[in-house]
């Protein structure tokens, strides 16, 4: 989620039953509307935050609020919340949105569907995610043609020194190359 769409967040928005998110609103901008599911631990700690603050007796509207139990704004999140806990934790100086990034890249290296990818980031069209996160299909390249050879029944390594002409290398004896020459896939209807 965006800084703003989970500072905007409210207790309402999270469904426990059906453990999912509902992104409806965003501070000072625009949000595209959407539904994140969750694992059952990630909202066990939500939960959990929400013990915490009945007990401290913030159970406001807003899962996210400042230790007075108001409404967090933007930069008093980042310098009061965000780096300190990045300090804390050692982590790298990052800021909000590099997470988000992190977590789209790696999603994408999983191989999860960028349709998917895209729909949990609310971007309007795969084609943004895709340009965003291009940097990420250069690694997949090589899986997928591996992947299309095993999908149409092939061995994604030549099969012998047949195909290049009788020759290593796939050279003739005039020394141009010849084509290769793969067997047909075998079709099962």
Not at 74 to 81: E, I, L, T, V, Y
Not at 87 to 109: E, S, Y
Not at 149 to 162: D, F, K, M, T, Y
Request: charged share 25%.
């Amino acid at each position: 989620m965006r800084e703003g769409e989970l500072l905007a967040l409210r207790w309402r928005d999270i469904d426990f039953e059906r453990d999912t998110i509902q992104v409806v609103r965003v501070l000072k901008s625009r949000t595209a509307r959407r539904q994140i599911e969750l694992l059952p631990e990630d909202l066990e700690i939500l939960r959990h935050h929400r013990d915490m603050m009945r007990r401290e007796g913030h159970a406001q509207s807003h899962v996210f609020v400042s230790t007075a139990g108001t409404a967090l704004n933007p930069p008093n999140f980042q310098a009061r919340s965000f780096k300190p806990l990045l300090r804390a934790a050692k982590c790298p100086n990052v800021r909000f949105h590099d997470l988000r990034h992190t977590a789209a890249t790696l999603l994408l290296a999983e191989g999860v569907h960028p349709k998917i990818v895209s729909e949990r980031l609310g971007h309007p069209t795969i084609a943004i995610t895709m340009d965003l996160y291009q940097h990420v299909s250069p690694t997949m390249q090589r899986e997928a043609a591996v992947a299309l050879q095993r999908a149409l029944g092939r061995n994604p390594i030549v099969e012998s020194e047949a195909c290049h002409g009788g020759q290593p290398g796939g050279q003739s004896g005039k020394g141009r190359r010849t084509p290769q020459v793969r067997k047909p896939a075998r079709t099962q209807y």
